[in-house]
């Protein structure tokens, strides 16, 4: 069967090795893609539960526009002595990062709506250990989003998409003195 159809080996062929030059380059670009800030955190509740908006710098120095699409992160902050404290769980629509055709650092602010937990004593506790850490000036903590997402990459004429994405340990450090504000 192969012998009688080389066409359509041959375009097999080149539709696998463009899958995973796509997905390789796809890899790239996120690599540019940074979180340079928390620039706030706005906490709801209500009788059921808690949310949150958070409120993220990111910076790209891509020279293609990225984007995110049906993004499902896990929040989690950890402190210096690896303890981990779970913020929530956000589901993004789409998160679009533009352009930076100089190779200069672009800043675009995204809101996290993140689901945070019921309202009960376990929720409560993990705000307070949150509030803890991340309102004290000495403490050192590191902000991790992890979970899947679609990543896109702009072409001229639309949007190159791959199928599900798991990115890991998205982290952000701060390295100066931080101004997340709480609301």
Same mark, same amino acid.
Request: net charge negative; proline share 2%.
């Given at each position: 069967?192969?012998?009688?159809?080389p066409?359509?080996?041959? $375009?097999?062929i080149?539709?696998?090795?463009?899958?995973?030059?796509? @997905?390789? !380059?796809?890899?790239?670009? +996120?690599?540019?893609?940074?979180?340079?800030?928390?620039?706030? #955190?706005?906490?709801?509740? $209500?009788? &059921?539960?808690?949310?949150?908006? +958070? +409120? +993220?710098?990111f /910076? $790209?120095?891509?020279k /293609? %526009?990225?984007?995110?699409?049906? %993004? =499902? !992160?896990l929040?989690?902050?950890?402190?210096?002595?690896? =303890?981990?404290? @779970?913020?929530? $769980?956000?589901?993004?629509?789409?998160?679009?990062?533009?352009?930076? &055709?100089?190779?200069?650092?672009?800043?675009?602010?995204?809101n996290? %709506?993140?689901?945070?937990? *019921?309202?009960?004593?376990?929720?409560?506790?993990?705000l307070?250990?949150?509030?803890?850490?991340?309102?004290?000036?000495? /403490?050192?903590?590191?902000? #991790?989003?992890?979970?899947?997402?679609?990543?896109?990459? *702009?072409a001229?004429?639309g949007?190159? @998409?791959?199928?599900?994405?798991e990115?890991?340990?998205?982290?952000?450090?701060?390295?100066?003195?931080r101004?997340?504000l709480? *609301?």
């Open positions: 069967m192969i012998m009688r159809h066409i359509l080996l041959t $375009t097999l080149l539709y696998l090795l463009s899958i995973g030059t796509a @997905y390789a !380059f796809s890899l790239e670009v +996120v690599d540019q893609l940074d979180i340079k800030a928390i620039k706030s #955190i706005k906490f709801k509740q $209500t009788d &059921e539960e808690f949310r949150a908006d +958070v +409120v +993220v710098q /910076s $790209t120095s891509a /293609s %526009a990225i984007k995110f699409r049906n %993004a =499902n !992160f929040i989690t902050f950890k402190d210096d002595k690896d =303890n981990e404290v @779970y913020l929530g $769980t956000t589901q993004s629509e789409e998160l679009f990062f533009p352009a930076s &055709e100089d190779g200069t650092e672009k800043l675009k602010e995204e996290l %709506a993140v689901y945070v937990g *019921k309202n009960d004593l376990d929720t409560i506790t993990r307070i250990k949150i509030f803890n850490l991340i309102g004290n000036p000495e /403490s050192e903590f590191t902000m #991790i989003l992890s979970g899947t997402t679609q990543v896109g990459t *702009k001229r004429r949007w190159i @998409y791959q199928g599900r994405v990115i890991e340990d998205f982290s952000f450090h701060p390295t100066i003195q101004e997340v709480f *609301k």
